[in-house]
């Protein structure tokens, strides 16, 4: 399924979400009003490859707890990510087969290229 998870407060998701101009396809899930499943992060690890790439560093929580001193192995990112919605990096998009995680300019135009390829 087409899937596009944001955070409703977060206006580089909704600037993004407008660029990408979304097709009718693709479901808008808010990952604060529902979290992310413990099958849906496992079909998003399968899509990414890791779950280190799904994991923002950017994270309140992140700073707060000292994360970046600890070394966190893959069922360290695993558990985070399904402890609290802030851990996941912002926008993800499920679309076609292909993922497309955050923000960079990089990615927001592989993920244009792929929703309007028409």
Known sequence: MNTFYYLSTCDTCH??????????????????????SKTELMQLYKLSGSYE???????????????KEADLQENDFKSLLLEHYTFLK??????????????????VEAASKAVNKD
């Open 15 to 36: 600037r993004i979400m407008q660029a990408l101009n979304l097709p009718n396809s693709v479901q808008l899930r808010e990952i604060k009003g529902q979290p992310l």
């Open 53 to 67: 790439a799904l994991f923002s560093k950017r994270a309140r929580l992140y700073k707060e707890r000292n994360l």
């Open 90 to 107: 912002r926008p993800v998009l499920v679309f076609d087969g292909e993922i497309f995680i955050g923000n960079s300019k990089k990615t």
